[in-house]
Each structure stands twice: as C-alpha cells, then as structure tokens.
C-alpha cells in the first residue's frame, strides 16, 4: 500500500498569504498526484490532477507542483472562501489519501 | 452536468449489511469507474472501492472480504454493500466518478450512516 502524508497539520493564515501544503509519497507515484478542498459538511472538490493540472472553473490561485514522492499544493494568495481542509490523493494504485491540512484564520 | 446523489439507510445495526446506491444524473454512467469513499466524523478520507460500466471492481484490501459492488446501467446507478458492519464503518459515505488522470472530479454530497442498535 502507498502511505500518503502531509505538512503542516494545521497553517494559520492571513487573507492574502502564500500558503504552501506539502504532500509525500511512501514510494514513487510519477505524478500520479490529486488536491482537494473540502469545507465542512460538504464533499471535497476537486482542485489539482496530474500534479500539476489545474481542474476547470478552479482559480488560478491554486497550483501544484512535484513528482515522484514529493509534492506542493500552493495558494499564491489566500481569500476568505479558501479557509477549508486540503486533501492529497494518488493515484498510481488503490487510491489512499492524505491524512489532511487544515488552513484556518489567523 | 453530471450529479451524483447517495440513497440509503441512515442507520444499520451492527452485523448488519450496509446497502447504498449512487443515482447519475445529468450524464451516462457508461465508460467511467465509479468509486465509493467514506469519512468518519472529523477523519480522513479512505477509499473503498470502485466499479467499471462492464461490472469490473476493485476493492480496498483492508474491506474487501466485506464489500460487494454493483452496477445497473439501465438505471444509471451503482451500489455499495457493507457486511458484518461495526461501529467503526459510521461514516458519511461519497460516491465518486474518477476521470482519466485517476482522481475524483464530481462528487455526491454524501450521506451519513450510523452503525448502532
């Protein structure tokens, strides 16, 4: 099974920071790599694929970047509407998730 | 535009099996994997399984001696049955469509299940 993790746990942060979510594989995933957002009592959405490609109708704000095992999930400058948990997920295999980051206000 | 939308009990009693399906709407469910993902309450996300249009099926191997998915074409839905459920499988349940890269692009809204007497 691939393990997946993520640093920070939790970021405090400011409308307009740059926040960045790290993603890591326990073995190599190519980029094989998907982000989500999900806010509370929803279900998540769908914000990065392929590492790097940016979902349609998904601000440009958003960007990922990385290969192999080691991946970045980054706003370049965080609104009101991006407080929320960031998933990663791979998909090389069985998909298996990210244990979750949760961006709150600071 | 393609929705999805989960229907099922809300509580099952422990032993029980757990029935669920997902309606597609807005689109074909032909061509696709459809998967099934949980969340216990304040967890993460663990995938349990997904289903192609031709009835092909991979599991999580952590449930797989307990899971049984379906499809039914003619009514554009697929289902998720639970066995020997426990405590441990309450949880809102999602139903997903993976699209070519692998991940989950549309979503239902989830539904929750509790297990308990």
């Known amino acids: 099974d691939i393990q997946m993790t993520q640093s920070p746990s939790s970021v405090s942060a400011s409308v307009g920071d740059r926040v960045t979510i790290t993603c890591r594989a326990s073995?190599?995933?190519?980029?094989?790599l998907a982000w989500y957002q999900q806010k509370p009592g929803k279900a998540p959405k769908l914000l990065i694929y392929?590492?790097?490609s940016l979902q349609s109708g998904v601000p440009s704000r958003f960007s990922g970047s990385g290969s192999g095992t080691d991946f970045t999930l980054t706003i370049s400058s965080l609104q009101p509407e991006d407080f929320a948990t960031y998933y990663c997920?791979?998909?090389?295999?069985?998909?298996?998730f990210g244990p979750g980051t949760k961006v709150d206000i600071k | 535009q393609v929705q999805l939308q989960e229907s099922g009990p809300g509580l099952v009693k422990p032993s029980e099996t757990l029935s669920l399906t997902c309606t597609v709407s807005?689109?074909?469910?032909?061509?696709?994997?459809w998967s099934w993902i949980r969340q216990p309450a304040g967890k993460g996300l663990e995938w349990i399984g997904r289903?192609?249009?031709?009835?092909?099926?991979n599991y999580n191997p952590s449930l797989k001696s307990r899971v049984t998915m379906s499809v039914d074409t003619s009514k554009n839905q697929f289902s998720l049955k639970l066995s020997s459920v426990t405590a441990a499988d309450t949880a809102v349940y999602y139903c997903?469509?993976?699209?070519?890269?692998?991940?989950?692009?549309?979503w239902g809204q989830g539904t929750m299940v509790t297990v308990s007497s």
């Open positions: 997903a469509r993976r699209q070519l890269e692998n991940a989950f692009d549309i």
């Open positions: 807005g689109g074909s469910i032909s061509s696709y994997y």
């Open positions: 289903i192609y249009t031709s009835g092909s099926t």
């Open positions: 073995q190599g995933i190519s980029s094989w």
């Open positions: 392929a590492a790097s």
């Open positions: 997920q791979q998909a090389n295999s069985f998909p298996s």
